[in-house]
């Protein structure tokens, strides 16, 4: 048993050199490349509707989003028996902006597909991660061969010029350490860089939680990997810039620090990251995500507000004051189910529109869009 625990130490330590040097590697200047889109005044609206499942299938999760050519959505969310059974598959589902309606599911991906494309056994399937970089879009992937998520590794597929028939090509797994190479997830979305490239924040969950910020290049190469900090039990990571230069990161809590969610701002483009501070939020062990709404920042985040007895039974939308101090606008949506849930959000926005997807007591994906006209409404 000793020499076990040595084992994981040496691993754990020299997967940490790994990492250092990793994220010692220099780039050329990097900067973030925010969008802010002038849009006319137009009517309020909120609208909430179901993403349709796929038939006799009871359980959904840990949807993602991204946006089409023609300003129609692409929502992706792992579904099945139960999570982590084998007959999980992440599908997909389109939505028409124009007519505002989810089309039917389709599969995107199955774990006999991945399996056989990547030339590993994959046990199950997990979180996926949609990102749009120009005609391409990539999905980044949880999979694990054996146990739980704590061995699990992260799967990068893309296609171009997506069509709902059309099949993702198997890039790469990607390579995190030297080693194991296992307990890298993804669930949060990349962000864009002025190099063409972008920044996709993972975790890792085996000795410890804690979070890493890859860094890739235009064609998708993992160029470097950054630790940001060192806290303890620090999951799901969510990155936006907010400005030029800098960026602010927010992270799910998983039972530490009293429960107080931290945020840390980066600067120099990602590159160099200040000390975390404690924020005013309390976050239980929840996913969420912060979105650049035409330069103003929101989270979107779980709270007791409606149900006190469910840590993730109300989803709540906040504005940021500052780096450390958010304050609620409205909540968005909540669930009376015994031990329900309205979480995971994954949001984005094309400058007058914010659209989150999220998990709805574990039973289908929600997504919610309303306008810029709408949020004036609630200030």
Known sequence: MIKKIYFILIVVFLGG????????????????????TPTPYTKPYFTKTDIPMPPNVPFAHAATLTYLENGNLLSAFFAGSREGSKDVKIYGSIYNAKKHLWSKPFVLLSREELSKKSKQYIKKLGNPVLYKNKNRIYLFVVGTSIGGWATSKIYQLYVDNFLSHKKFIYQQTLRLSPFLNISNLVRTIPVQTSDGGFYLPIYHELADKYALILKFNSMGHLDSIIKPNHLHRQLQPS????????????????????????????????KKYLSPQETNIKNYNNSANLINFNKDIYLIHNTLDKNPKLQRGTLTLSKMISATNFEKIMDLDYTTTSNGEVSYPTTITDGDNIDIVYTHDRKNIRHIRFNRSYLRTKK
């Open 239 to 270: 990155l936006i810039p907010t400005s030029n230069t800098n960026c602010l990161v927010i992270f799910r809590n998983h039972h530490a620090y009293d429960d107080t969610m931290f945020s840390q701002i980066c600067t120099h483009g990602g």
């Open 17 to 36: 050199v790994f990492l250092y040097l990793q994220s010692q590697k220099q780039h050329n200047e990097i900067n973030f490349q925010i969008a802010l």
